[in-house]
């Protein structure tokens, strides 16, 4: 066992030494270029009296060219940048697969070292292989709930601006402005896309793309509806902002009748792990068998999948859409 716990944080050792060597320190030295030469620029629109301003559509600089190359002429490729997107997270699609990657293989050794299941393993490996893109969806959702709860604010920024008598670009500037991420970061996005000559039309659907929310396609079909045929736009924006709150109003209280379900689904899935804890102290002998013996080994696997079917079951139960 020795043996086998020290050749497992050798592998770990080799794995993290070589993604710090060719992922980390590059994309590092790249970004120090990349500062440096915009430090440069300012520097030299500065001495000409203008300030520079400049919209970087590109994704973010990766360490892994080629990779990001080759993901990138596929529907897997474009799907996953379209999820890194949406997540907000400054990252590649290289980047992804490698973590991926070292995921995969450092999970599946320490299953087969601690189980000495091959058919373990290569389950191990297959959930390591999904973990990070499980991790970007993850923070995707959080960062649209966070849309959701500031859009109102937004809705109603833009609203008094209209009533101002600012233009509808302008006042998407002022929302930009004023408003944090991730609200503030797409209507940016929106902004600087229909200021450097995309068509405001274009620039409305591409954030109803990065942003595939119901709110927000009301919001895009509104504008360019009232563009078309004219009406007092600030009024329909008050009235979306209204339709939004209330629709959150009925979540809350959604949320509140299914909070027993939600709470029998967390019981469930943390009471066998709590009662393993438990015998470990009451009775090790009897969970160290559990532990050596095959068919023990075999039942802890077949719970495991158990309780995340029933969890995962549970969860699509109480989710209601409103």
Known sequence: MLLAILVFFAVSGGVVAAYYAFV????????REFEQRIKDLSTFASEDGEAPSVVLS??????????DRL????????WLANLIEQSGVAITPGR???MSLVVSVVLGLLTLIFFHKFLAAIAAALVGLVLPVAWLKIKRSKRMRRFEEQFPEGLDLLSRAIRAGHAFQSAMGMVADELPAPVG???????????????LNEALNAMAVRMPLMDVKFF???????????????????NLAHVVRERFKILRQVRVHTAHGRFTGYVLLGLP????VALMF?????MKTLFTNKMGQTMIMGAVVSQTIGFLWIKQIVKIEV
Do not use: M, W
Request: net charge negative; no cysteine; proline share 6%.
């Open 96 to 98: 992804v697969i490698t």
């Open 24 to 31: 980390h320190r590059p994309e590092h030295k790249t970004e």
């Open 185 to 199: 970061v797409e209507f940016k996005k929106s902004f600087e896309q229909q200021n450097f000559g995309l068509p």
């Open 282 to 286: 009451i009775s090790p002998e009897h």
């Open 58 to 67: 590109q994704a973010a600089s990766s360490a892994l060219p080629v990779v």
């Open 220 to 238: 895009v079909t509104a504008v360019q509806i009232q563009r078309e045929t004219g009406g007092n736009l600030a009024e329909i924006l008050d």
């Open 71 to 78: 993901v990138g002429g596929t529907g897997a490729g474009s």
């Open 273 to 276: 792990a709590a009662l393993a």
